[in-house]
């Protein structure tokens, strides 16, 4: 018998090709984590989380086979015209009666600020409301993250709601004693030992793309499709 899940994922994504003005979303392959691997690391220790450590062999397998064959995330690539892997993109939490999923997106330090992340965003979108008939996005950020929210406002999402979640201890740094992160204190706070940060749950509906499309913005242009 056929798992719904897994018929939904291999029907819309296994070959998804969804070509924006800038970059190019496909299915995962085994040599991106190779890729990723070599990509320049997050200098400010406050990113350090997005550094992966170095993998062997098995373990650059398991990275794959385990997104690969999860049956509630689609893991796709992300390359720029060029033909370089410069991110992921992913929706997780996927629920088909409700016609909801969340969405993470992760891009290479040394891609950031070129526009990838908001036309991936938007290209994707287009495929999850007017292809896949889905309803509602979901996403969460942390609140010091203020280059990943304009791109989210830029993209069309609102926000729902603040929410505290615990500080990364991979990141190892002194949040309030470090004046490199005075300004951005004000989204952090203890609990006893724990430090915790300000993250916001943010959305967008189908009807809220809808409006998007039709107000001019010019943000939401046909990517090509084909998958």
Not at 81 to 101: N, P, W
Request: a positive charge; charged letters at 35%; glycine letters at 6%.
């Amino acid at each position: 018998m056929i798992n719904k899940k897994s018929f939904f994922r291999k029907k819309r994504f296994k070959d998804v090709f969804l070509k924006g003005d800038k970059i190019i979303i496909r299915s995962l392959r085994r040599d991106d984590i190779d890729k990723r691997l070599a990509w320049e690391k997050y200098p400010d220790p406050l990113y350090f989380h997005y550094n992966p450590p170095n993998l062997g062999q098995k373990e650059r397998e398991e990275w794959y086979f385990k997104r690969e064959n999860d049956l509630n995330l689609v893991y796709l690539s992300i390359d720029n015209h060029s033909g370089q892997l410069v991110g992921f993109i992913s929706l997780y939490k996927i629920d088909r009666v409700e016609k909801t999923a969340w969405m993470g997106i992760f891009l290479g330090y040394e891609f950031t600020d070129r526009g990838y992340g908001t036309d991936a965003i938007l290209s994707l979108a287009r495929y999850f409301f007017d292809e896949i008939k889905f309803e509602k996005m979901f996403l969460d950020v942390a609140s010091h993250n203020q280059r990943a929210i304009r791109c989210y406002l830029k993209c069309g999402f609102k926000f729902v709601r603040t929410k505290y979640n615990k500080h990364d201890p991979q990141s190892n740094i002194d949040i309030f004693g470090d004046d490199r992160y005075k300004d951005i204190r004000k989204y952090f706070k203890k609990e006893g030992e724990e430090i915790l940060a300000q993250f916001e749950d943010m959305e967008l509906t189908k009807e809220m793309w809808l409006a998007l499309n039709q107000n001019g913005s010019g943000l939401a242009q046909n990517p090509t499709f084909n998958s």
